[in-house]
């Protein structure tokens, strides 16, 4: 068994692993680049015969994990994508927006001649999308899946967004079953929605992510926290905005809001989702009660995700209304990172207003507007304009989907005897050697961080 990184080296995106097992070549997620361009460009590197991989075994939709799934099969991959059924129903909604935004991409390029190239192409259109998404294979829970003689991988619960796994893969050396885990991202039982993440008892090989491996997260009750920020910025008459993921923050940003209100702690507010994706991903939420935590499920769940003067805005026209509107309002609009999308379009209209106010909720990338303007900077450049910061920006960690330092250090614990070797990856260079220095202090486990396209040999 050899394993090689060739995605999420140093940086949180790109996510791609390729086993090699007895000739068959195995990729585990197939994820896209993203941030500032010299981190994205990397989507355009050919990706080493692509026709040769027999198999993509996938944790979780996020596109940083599944983004370049349409691209691998434009290059030839024809064989299976193995998923839970939530991450294959969450990449239906995912692929098609994600090739629309390349097609974006490459239309204003040319529109503007931005591109060093005569004609700029996009990474991969909606056709491609619409392809990926038939090579889908779904699989239940824990079930061990053989997929050559002497190799089975199961999903186990990840607790991180909808559907998301950890992918264990059981394979012989020398008449010995190994096994390798991927800890894809790993959750921290603290959403209010989805279910925790499970436990493992043993692995040989860790590949585990390291997206916070230098923080402890605030443990605060963010319902406190957003009601408290709420009714100060709809107090004083501004436009509360809320740039949130599609996929699991902006779920939970609209149970806190529903909470918030139930129990009376700031009054009704008007609240609109401005993302067509989460609308219609918070849809699946209601088909997939097996993924959420008992107290939300049943009838119950679409109630929780349903503030109580609750908008969705679909139309671009809606959202362009929407945009100059000056009443007191809460809107959620999607990317959550600021790297494109309908917020932009919000923050244009509302960053110069002081009554105004901006609320980071998520993870944000190095090389980002979203990091820049949680850091404080006092003017941002949006379409080719500058724009005044004078909203107050907040902002709040407690929210994460993912575990931080102190959640990974308890999940290895769960492990009965140590592994052979643990990989980190999926996070930029502090996370990666603190979290580095805590597994090999505080559980004198052996801790690699691989290189870009390092290969390893699992012996
Ligand atoms: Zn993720």
């Known amino acids: ?26 990729l585990v997620d197939c994820g896209l680049f993203q941030g500032p361009k010299e981190i994205r460009d990397q989507n355009w590197a050919p990706f080493p015969d692509a026709k040769s991989i027999d198999a993509v075994i996938l944790t979780h ?18 064989g299976r994508v193995y998923s839970t059924e939530a991450t294959q129903d969450l990449c239906k909604i995912m692929l098609p927006d994600s090739a629309y935004l390349q097609e974006e991409d490459a239309f204003f390029a040319n529109k503007t001649k931005y591109s060093h190239h005569d004609l700029a192409l996009p990474l991969y259109t909606h056709e491609d999308a619409e392809k990926a998404l038939k090579l889908f294979y779904a699989l239940p829970w824990q079930k061990w899946t053989e997929l050559y003689p002497g190799f089975s991988f199961r999903f186990i619960r990840a607790g991180h967004i909808l559907g998301s796994s950890l992918a264990q893969i059981s394979f012989q050396k020398e008449n010995e079953t190994k096994i390798l885990t991927f800890s894809g991202d790993l959750g921290n039982g603290r959403s209010f ?30 319902i406190e926290e957003i009601g408290e920020i709420i009714q100060k910025v709809i107090g004083r008459g501004g436009t509360l905005i ?34 067509p994706m989460a ?28 503030p109580y003067q609750f908008h969705e805005v679909t139309s671009p026209d809606d959202s362009m209304l ?6 007191p309002k809460v809107v959620i609009s999607a990317a959550g990172m600021l790297t494109g999308g309908r917020i932009l379009h919000h923050l244009k209209a509302k960053l110069p207003d002081e009554k105004s106010g901006v609320l980071f909720v998520g993870y944000q990338a190095q090389g980002t507007k979203g990091l820049l303007l949680k850091n404080g900077l006092r003017q941002i450049r949006i379409h080719h304009q500058n724009v005044d910061v004078e909203a107050e920006i907040f902002s709040i960690e407690s929210l994460s989907a993912h575990a931080d330092s102190n959640d990974i250090i308890d999940w290895m614990r769960h492990l009965r005897r140590k592994p052979n070797q643990v990989y980190l990856n999926h ?33």
């Not at 370049?68 to 434009?74: A, G, N, S, T």
């Not at 929407?322 to 009443?327: A, R």
């Open 322 to 327: 929407l945009c100059m509107n000056t009443d």
């Open 279 to 306: 609308q219609n991903v918070t849809q699946l939420y209601l088909h997939h009660q097996d993924e959420l935590k008992t107290e939300v499920k049943g009838d119950h769940v679409f109630s929780v995700l349903n």
């Open 193 to 222: 929605i989805i279910h925790e993440p499970e436990y493992i008892s043993e692995t040989d090989y860790l590949v585990m992510e390291a997206t916070y491996g230098d923080r402890v997260q605030d443990k605060t009750n963010p």
């Open 1 to 26: 068994m050899k394993i090689q990184f060739l995605g999420a080296n140093g940086v949180v995106t790109g996510s791609k692993t390729l086993l090699t097992y007895n000739g068959h070549r195995i």
């Open 242 to 275: 809320i740039p949130a993921f599609a996929v699991g923050r902006t779920q939970e940003i609209l149970y806190i809001i529903h909470q918030l209100e139930k129990n009376g702690r700031i009054s009704k507010v008007p609240v609109y989702l401005d993302s």
């Open 427 to 459: 996070g930029e260079t502090n996370p990666l050697f603190a979290l580095k220095y805590r597994i090999e202090n505080e559980l004198q486990f052996q801790v690699t961080i691989p290189g870009p396209g390092q290969e390893f040999i699992l012996d």
């Open 61 to 78: 939709a996020h596109i940083d994990h599944s983004g370049f799934l349409p691209r691998l099969v434009k290059e030839g991959f024809r």
